[in-house]
DNA sequence: GTCTATAACCGGATAGAC
DNA sequence: GTCTATCCGGTTATAGAC
């Protein structure tokens, strides 16, 4: 069920070649428009060969995430090796994202719907993309720590995975922005992560105290049941 | 591409076989074991009759939001009716919408990721399910209306379709619900009504005048860009 | 044991005769 | 408005090649 791993050096070669095919496919005619035989094809397999490596035409949509992942932290990694200020990370990280995906634009929102079927292996929510979404969790705990911002330590528990959430909710709004040069997305990440870093300096207001522990604890148990 | 309503009292029984057939079967084995053959077969038509009356299986799903939205209408009337307090008006109706379409709890996952789809002819930001999303926005403002809560007009102005949103995100934590009587998703319901009426009423302080106009403006431009 | 190929299966969708 | 026959593409079974 799970993606398998060459063994061989021959393997390797075949496995890569088709990702690639798939990848420059996808980016071509989008995702429902390329079949497995174009693939198969084009990276010089037979189908059935395909289904060596890959177990679903699916799976090669969890690869093509990893891919983008490691080209988003390659990309933000001068940002937060220098800025200090919260706000200037978080925007720099999440615009990072739309940036890198940008290429695929086009095929995201057929992945996107592919993606949010919850028997799906691929549901961002599930078991199968726990690791690299434990990875992305992660990235936004540094983003968090490695700032100057003093968070309470509540809220901090819960800020990453919060911050990951909000950064698919920015991708679903990139899928559907026909706007020149995605400059709409741009704006929305400009203007939502400075709203974020605002409300989190209200939170020790005493009158929020209340909600904020409503939210913290809300936050907590969503992501307890559905996730962990 | 839009579906056919039928010109005479045979076609009027066809088309109901085919959607009465295609709602118990998704009922008892969910959509995608579901087969348009198996469908054809018990509303006693042939597979390519099927496709007369609705262009693809999607489309079926189309005829069970509209279903289960009348049921929803119904259920919350007399709630509508005699309830003053914002937070139970919104509480009330939140809660029928899970209860209303529990019966389809088990095909929810694939429809709504069917639905997720920006390119779906069926997607809740799109065109053709805009009628639809009309009504549930207006639904929401009615609860908004009748209830006793004074809400500022520039908050007023965007709450019905913020509510739709929310109703939205309910929705997507309910599909993976597994709780017995899907107790957690009724829990969530509560925190969360609760916490959207205590914010409406705090949207008045001065230190939150800044963080309101950004949040109401963003939602404007997002609502206007993609739904208008 | 690792890889690759061929042939088939299954189900959504369509064409076109009646 | 209904049917039969067919296409098309994801997936699988399985036999062989290295």
Redesign the pocket.
């Known amino acids: 069920m799970a993606i ?1 791993l ?3 050096r ?6 890569a070649a088709i990702l690639n095919a798939a990848l420059d496919l996808f980016r071509e005619r989008g995702y ?1 428009a ?5 693939i ?1 094809d084009l990276a ?6 395909s ?3 890959f ?4 799976h090669l949509v969890l690869e093509f995430y990893r891919h983008t992942h490691e080209l988003h932290l390659v990309a933000i990694a001068p940002l937060l090796a220098r800025e200090k200020d919260l706000g200037s990370r978080l925007r720099g990280t999440v615009r990072a994202v739309v940036i890198t995906c940008e290429p695929f634009h086009a095929v995201a929102g057929s992945i996107f719907s592919t993606v949010a079927n919850p028997s799906s292996p691929l549901n961002p929510f599930g078991g199968a993309a726990r690791p690299l979404r434990e990875e992305v969790v992660a990235l936004y705990a540094e983003v968090v720590k490695g700032s100057d911002a003093r968070i309470p330590a509540d809220i901090a528990e819960m800020l990453p995975l919060t911050l990951w959430l909000y950064q698919m909710a920015i991708l679903y709004f990139w899928i559907f922005d026909r706007s020149p040069g995605r400059l709409r997305t741009l704006e929305v990440i400009d203007e939502t992560t400075e709203l974020i870093v605002r409300l989190l300096g209200l939170a020790n207001l005493p009158v929020l105290r209340s909600s904020r522990k409503r939210i913290l604890g809300l936050v907590r148990s969503v992501a307890g049941g559905s996730i962990a």
Do not use: D, F, I, Q
């Open positions: 398998v060459p063994k061989t021959k393997g390797e070669n075949s496995r429902e390329t079949t497995m035989r174009a198969a010089g397999v037979s189908l059935g060969g289904y060596h490596y177990p679903s035409k699916e």
